[in-house]
């Protein structure tokens, strides 16, 4: 049998949401970096074999590398 707002005893209530403080999302919107620039980056340190807590803390502190290809003169 199916339920209708008339067989429910009271309102639905909604869970909030919880932000995880450790995804890269949170952190790249706090630092105010592109989310995929900060994952390239993450990706970069942990193929170099950091561990993944010391490659986010290098990617969203460390200094930012050229974007594009050197000019040719």
Same mark, same amino acid.
Do not use: C, W
């Given at each position: 049998? *199916?339920?209708? $707002? *008339? %067989?429910?005893?009271? @309102? &639905? /209530?909604?869970?909030?949401?919880?932000?995880?403080?450790?995804? &890269? *999302?949170? &952190?790249?919107? +706090?630092? !105010? /970096? @592109?989310? !995929?620039? &900060?994952?390239?980056?993450?990706? *970069?340190? #942990? %193929?170099? !074999?950091? $561990?993944?807590?010391?490659? /986010?803390? #290098?990617? #969203? =502190? !460390? @200094? =930012?590398?050229? +974007?594009?290809? @050197?000019? +040719?003169?």
């Amino acid at each position: 049998m *199916k339920m209708t $707002d *008339k %067989d429910r005893s009271g @309102p &639905l /209530i909604k869970k909030r949401r919880e932000i995880n403080e450790k995804s &890269l *999302k949170h &952190l790249s919107s +706090q630092h !105010g /970096i @592109p989310v !995929g620039t &900060l994952k390239t980056r993450v990706k *970069k340190y #942990l %193929d170099m !074999g950091l $561990d993944r807590e010391r490659a /986010i803390e #290098l990617a #969203l =502190f !460390g @200094p =930012f590398s050229a +974007q594009s290809r @050197p000019r +040719q003169h």
